[in-house]
């Protein structure tokens, strides 16, 4: 997808934007009193199970995201499998 620019400035961009959506996510879990007012809500956040508030540090994700775009530039071919998950196929690193 984007292949002409560099993984790290990809690594950046994907970090920049959870960044961005834990610092607002608790901001799409709240309805305006007009909202409120209606007697008919399609969609009323009843069945919506994700998290309210983020810790917007995320220092494990972004570590990996780090070693990933450090790994690509060392490689050119990234190990898909993260520390303690092998499910996806590759092997287990330590």
Not at 26 to 54: V, W
Not at 63 to 74: G, K
Request: with cysteine.
């Amino acid at each position: 997808m984007w292949c002409f620019l560099c993984p790290k400035v990809v690594a950046e961009k994907v970090k920049r934007f959870f960044f961005y959506y834990s610092v607002n996510r608790h901001k799409m879990c709240t309805i305006t009193p007009s909202y409120h007012a209606e007697g008919y809500s399609p969609d009323d956040n009843r069945f919506d199970l994700r998290q309210i508030i983020y810790n917007t540090k995320w220092t494990r994700q972004f570590s990996v995201i780090d070693n990933l775009a450090v790994r690509y530039l060392e490689n050119k071919t990234p190990s898909i499998a993260i520390e303690g998950n092998s499910s996806r196929g590759g092997t287990q690193e330590k």
